[in-house]
């Protein structure tokens, strides 16, 4: 089945941008989707499709996906955007959907 | 607006049945996919399986393949996942998630039940 690599942590000053990464292959010929998910909180839907944003999503939430590697950029961090963040992919594998493991984004 | 609305917390002895309800509101529930993804203490995301609630038509993890139903009741705007043979390691919390109301992802989430398999 397909998988998608993203690493634990990323930790980003107030005001600097945040770049994380989901890794998997060819996952530039795919649609990616991402979520932030805050403690105790269901996931939130902030980008789809690699660069789209759901309605209500500030425009400080981007996204890139080429080759080997999708990109959620968060510009202008705040200490709200401190969560967990999910990339997700459909594959037409036996597991269609698959989640990435998640990166815990700290706003120092 | 568009919410889904999740059962309560439920706690099993291992070896039992859970049975956690979705229910849709503020639009047609049969026009859109029904997913189920799960999330242990601390851990990512799992996806278990889908549900078109106008067919009924399911598909499902290799992971849960055997132990997971997924069903709706269409009359009441309601979809159910049923996991089978529980183990401690099925603790978690269970989501209902749409798919495809206003994009091609998860768009909107239930709040959640959480499961707790324990003797």
């Known amino acids: 089945s397909y998988v998608l690599t993203q690493p634990p942590s990323v930790s980003v000053a107030p005001g600097q941008t945040a770049r994380i990464t989901c890794g998997g292959n060819?996952?530039?010929?795919?649609?990616v989707h991402w979520y932030q998910q805050k403690p105790g909180q269901a996931p939130v839907l902030v980008v789809y499709?690699?660069?789209d944003r759901p309605s209500g999503i500030p425009e400080r939430f981007s996204g890139s996906n080429s080759g080997n590697t999708a990109t959620l950029t968060i510009s202008r961090v705040e200490a709200g955007d401190e969560a967990d963040y999910y990339c997700?992919?459909?594959?037409?594998?036996?597991?269609?959907?698959?989640f990435g493991g998640g990166t815990k984004l700290t706003v120092l | 607006q568009v919410q889904l609305v999740q059962s309560g917390a439920e706690v099993k002895k291992p070896g039992a049945s859970v049975k956690v309800s979705c229910k849709a509101s503020?639009?047609?529930?049969?026009?859109?996919?029904i997913n189920w993804v799960r999330q242990a203490t601390g851990q990512g995301l799992e996806w278990m399986g889908w549900?078109?609630?106008?067919?009924?038509?399911?598909g499902y993890a290799q992971k849960f393949q055997g132990r997971v139903t997924m069903t709706r009741n269409t009359s009441i705007s309601t979809a159910y996942m049923e996991l089978s043979s529980l183990r401690s390691e099925d603790t978690a919390v269970y989501y209902c998630?749409?798919?495809?109301?206003?994009?091609?992802?998860?768009?909107?989430w239930g709040q959640g039940t959480m499961v707790t398999v324990s003797s």
């Open positions: 998630a749409i798919h495809g109301a206003t994009t091609n992802a998860f768009d909107i």
């Open positions: 503020g639009y047609t529930f049969t026009s859109y996919d």
């Open positions: 549900m078109n609630p106008n067919s009924g038509n399911t």
């Open positions: 060819n996952i530039g010929s795919k649609s």
């Open positions: 499709d690699d660069s």
């Open positions: 997700q992919v459909w594959d037409s594998s036996s597991d269609p959907w698959v």
